[in-house]
């Protein structure tokens, strides 16, 4: 299985993690005013294909296998 965590202090909300997740696995969610990526799928279901992690340009998204 796989963790997806996203650091939201460097989140800039671009979108482009949601955007290339092939498993729709990360949305984007907003709280008291701020948005940022949150991973929000199945950690079974994620592929850990680094898609995530690597389209995100502020290095705010880490992949971890457990
Ligand atoms: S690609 Fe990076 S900066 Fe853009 S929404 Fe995802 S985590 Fe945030
Ligand atoms: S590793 Fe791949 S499947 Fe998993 S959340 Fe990132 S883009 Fe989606």
Redesign the pocket.
């Known amino acids: 299985m796989f963790i997806v965590e996203?650091d939201i202090e460097?989140?800039?909300?671009?979108?482009?993690?949601?955007e290339n997740c092939p498993e729709q696995m990360?949305a984007?969610v907003e709280e008291d005013g701020k948005k940022?990526?949150m991973f929000t799928g199945d950690p079974d279901v994620c592929s850990g294909c680094l898609s995530?992690e690597a389209?995100?340009?502020?290095d705010?998204?880490t992949v971890t296998e457990y």
Request: proline fraction near 0%; hydrophobic fraction near 40%.
């Open positions: 996203i460097k989140c800039e909300a671009c979108g482009d993690c949601v990360i984007m940022y990526a995530c389209s995100c340009e502020k705010a998204v």
